[in-house]
């Protein structure tokens, strides 16, 4: 959930070259089932030599598709905090000036 934190705040909020084009990738990735990247994920593994180790079972999730989903989730979040602040804001003038019933 950190690393999905970190990336979504870096596409939310730090302006860089191919910054669309690399979330477009991200995108995709979602589009991808987990259940197709079971085998090469495991040849992936085995020819690393950590097939019998806890690896896998830390570095698929964290860098994996749940990953991938929730950098792109986070990604809206400041957009949609900012906006919700900001329609707070706009509610609260009004009954302040006397509008709002």
Same mark, same amino acid.
């Given at each position: 959930?950190?690393?999905?934190?970190?990336?979504?705040?870096?596409?939310?909020?730090?302006?860089?070259?191919?910054?669309?084009?690399?979330?477009?990738?991200?995108?995709?990735?979602?589009?991808?089932?987990? @259940?197709?990247?079971?085998?090469?994920?495991?040849?992936?593994?085995?020819?690393?030599?950590?097939?019998?180790?806890?690896?896998?079972?830390?570095?698929?999730?964290?860098?994996?598709?749940?990953?991938?989903?929730?950098?792109?989730?986070?990604?809206?979040?400041?957009?949609?905090?900012?906006?919700?602040?900001?329609?707070?804001?706009?509610? @609260?003038?009004?009954?302040?000036?006397?509008?709002?019933?």
């Amino acid at each position: 959930m950190a690393v999905a934190a970190m990336a979504g705040y870096a596409f939310a909020r730090i302006r860089f070259p191919g910054q669309n084009a690399l979330f477009l990738v991200v995108l995709l990735g979602l589009l991808i089932p987990s @259940e197709v990247t079971i085998v090469p994920l495991f040849q992936m593994f085995h020819g690393l030599g950590l097939t019998d180790t806890h690896w896998p079972l830390i570095v698929v999730p964290v860098l994996g598709a749940p990953s991938v989903l929730a950098a792109a989730s986070m990604t809206a979040l400041p957009v949609l905090v900012v906006f919700v602040l900001a329609q707070r804001q706009f509610i @609260e003038g009004l009954a302040h000036t006397g509008l709002k019933g």
